[in-house]
């Protein structure tokens, strides 16, 4: 199910609190299943507190308003503000905590000479919160628009704003992951697609944070014309650029591809299958960019590989708790501004009708 909502508040406190008013049972459940979540990896009940005090300090310095706003949905939810700090800082507390994840999400970039970008990207994360997420239109009060699919609480995800760029969402660990409060990785995608007039900006806003967990950050942009594309790969080392190759196509899964930064890739001791993620979906499109946005989701609609695999289900005989499955796939349409998403992996869907939104959205 898809779960849509547009802000009518454009002051960022007062679209905080519609938000959390509105979906006060879904933010509350967010820190529920992420308290749930730390305590199995950590073996112990985690305090939210200390966690959340650490993020408000690095959210209120880098990014005020995003802070205003985060207070509101506390303060609508009626949740301790601390709760909905670390919600927002999961990344960075699973770093901090030092958690053994799998990495996360596949994403399929496409630029072709006088033809619209392809930007599709699958969202793996834990099964047990496969519907703590939404679609959720922005307003701001420039009047610009932005759209996001993002888990109930936290402030943005994979992200498109009607200024013609979008972004997508990769997980990725590295050595310097964990220390010092960073801003939390969801909250730079926000704040990019946000408050930056165009591409140049967004990377220059991302660029100014200092992060503590590390995440690619894709963007794409298109005014029409031209295209481009740039995967931004944050640690807390700084952040390393990777292109699209010379067809124009950037395949990206949870390892590194900077050399600089792959030197420090967490990846290789942790878990091997983002590499072959990257691999099988190079050859699955024949090297060369999708041409439709149905090409993309074809190719990613594969289960080589289990739990790891681009369409990612729980083990067989397993009751999904805290396993991996694909819990949505996403598409960026730069032109229109928004994005087209549908509940499930790439598998859930006959290419041919490759209608996104059209299945099960319902608005509050
Ligand atoms: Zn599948």
Redesign the pocket.
């Known amino acids: 199910m898809i779960r849509r909502f547009t802000s009518e508040r454009a002051e960022p406190a007062a679209r905080g609190a519609e938000f959390g008013e509105t979906w006060r049972e879904e933010v509350a459940g967010t820190v529920a299943g992420y308290e749930d979540l730390f305590a199995n990896h950590a073996g112990a009940a985690v305090d939210l507190a200390p966690w959340g005090e650490r993020a408000r300090t690095a959210i209120r310095d880098w990014a005020p308003a995003i802070a205003a706003e985060i207070e509101g949905i506390a303060a609508g939810a009626d949740l301790p503000v601390a709760s909905v700090y670390a919600i927002n800082a999961r990344t960075e507390i699973l770093a901090g905590l030092q958690v053994v994840t799998r990495g996360e999400c596949s994403t399929v970039v496409g630029l072709g000479a006088g033809v619209a970008p392809v930007s599709v990207q699958t969202w793996d994360w834990y099964a047990h919160l496969a519907e703590s997420w939404l679609l959720w239109r922005i307003e701001l009060a420039d009047g610009r628009r932005v759209e996001t699919v993002t888990e109930f609480g936290i402030v943005g995800k994979i992200a498109v704003n009607d200024a013609g760029f979008g972004v997508h969402f990769n997980l990725l660990r590295h050595r310097s992951d964990g220390g010092l409060p960073g801003v939390p990785v969801h909250v730079v995608a926000r704040r990019a697609i946000a408050e930056a007039g165009d591409l140049e900006e967004a990377l220059r806003l991302v660029g100014s944070a200092r992060v503590s967990a590390s995440t690619a950050l894709t963007f794409v942009a298109s005014d029409g014309r031209d295209a481009t594309a740039v995967s931004v790969e944050l640690s807390p080392e700084g952040p390393r650029y990777v292109l699209p190759d010379e067809a124009g196509l950037l395949v990206r899964t949870n390892h590194f591809l900077d050399p600089l930064a792959s030197a420090g890739d967490r990846e290789p001791s942790l878990a091997g299958d983002s590499f072959f993620r990257l691999d099988l979906l190079r050859r699955r499109l024949g090297g060369r960019p999708p041409a439709a946005v149905a090409d993309a989701v074809r190719a990613l609609?594969s289960?080589l590989g289990g739990v790891g695999?681009l369409?990612?289900?729980p083990p067989e005989g397993s009751d999904g708790e805290f396993e991996y499955a694909?819990l949505a796939t996403v598409s960026i349409d730069l032109a229109s501004g928004c994005l087209d998403v549908i509940p499930?992996?790439?598998?859930?869907v006959a290419a041919a009708d490759y209608h996104l939104n059209s299945k099960g959205v319902t608005s509050r």
């Open positions: 609609d289960h695999a369409c990612a289900h694909t499930d992996g790439p598998c859930t």
